[in-house]
């Protein structure tokens, strides 16, 4: 499998270095192209983590039961065991690690069946390396309040908020939300991401797809769309704050509960 990164090797002269104090949380990498883990093993060593390469699906299932990664990053496309199988297996095993899947697929509901799955993000090749590694610090600064990964969890709560993951419903106290399939993809996502700065880009890209023709005016309308529904003042908000100039974060404080 050929994908190409956006980036040159000598960029990485710029990348934040971690402090020495840190310990360096552990990365499972899962590619079989030797030119994307290459490239990637230096970046995400100069930003702090430790780095553990695999080449296959079987080989990456068989790391993560052994040395319990803090973060895992999957290739979908991967000899032996695709990356969204191995991810299936973690889950039915117990297994909540973080889990990040690289894909060349851009249609929504390949998306969406992956998140369903229980994958925290993914990233769409060709990426920015450099958008990688600030996913997974976002997804590590949660893990390492003691929260777990909210992607494997078929239900989650926030405040009076409910949704299940699964079924695809959501309420509002004892009230179910009724939600067009556009906002309710939308709401899943912030909600599976809180207090994450997310662009109108990246959430075009997440519910409508990376080659959709819809504008970010899409993603304005949908969380309209959510705020009427859930009663948020945008200018006092209790669920969706709007980021002027940049996108929205999700506010409530987000726990599993099944």
């Not at 710029?14 to 020495?20: G, K, N």
């Not at 990688?132 to 390492?144: F, K, M, P, Q």
């Not at 909600?191 to 504008?215: C, F, K, N, Q």
Request: charged residues 30%; contains cysteine; proline residues 5%.
């Amino acid at each position: 499998m050929m994908c190409s990164l956006t980036w040159e090797v000598d960029e990485m002269a710029d990348s934040p270095r971690a402090s020495p104090s840190d310990i360096a949380p552990v990365v499972l990498l899962a590619d079989d192209d030797a030119a994307v883990t290459g490239q990637l093993v230096p970046l995400l060593e100069r930003s702090g983590f430790t780095v553990r390469v695999v080449a296959d699906g079987e080989a990456a299932l068989l790391a993560a039961e052994r040395e319990s990664p803090d973060l895992i990053v999957l290739d979908v496309l991967m000899p032996k065991m695709d990356g969204r199988e191995v991810l299936r297996r973690l889950r039915r095993a117990g297994l909540a690690y973080p889990v990040l899947l690289l894909t060349q697929v851009g249609e929504s509901t390949e998306r969406a069946m992956a998140l369903e799955e229980g994958a925290d993000d993914y990233l769409n090749k060709p990426f920015d390396p450099y958008e990688l590694v600030a996913r997974l610090r976002a997804v590590l600064r949660r893990s390492r309040r003691g929260l777990p990964a909210l992607g494997a969890a078929g239900q989650v709560r926030a405040g009076q908020l409910r949704l299940d993951r699964v079924a695809r419903r959501a309420w509002l106290a004892d009230r179910e939300l009724l939600l067009t399939p556009k906002a309710a993809l939308l709401l899943d996502y912030l909600v599976t991401h809180p207090d994450e700065l997310l662009s109108r880009e990246r959430l075009l890209e997440v519910v409508w797809g990376w080659d959709a023709i819809s504008g970010t005016r899409a993603v304005d309308n949908r969380i309209a769309e959510l705020r009427r529904v859930l009663a948020d003042d945008a200018a006092q908000p209790r669920w969706i704050e709007t980021v002027p100039g940049q996108g929205y974060r999700f506010l409530a404080e987000v726990v599993t509960i099944g």
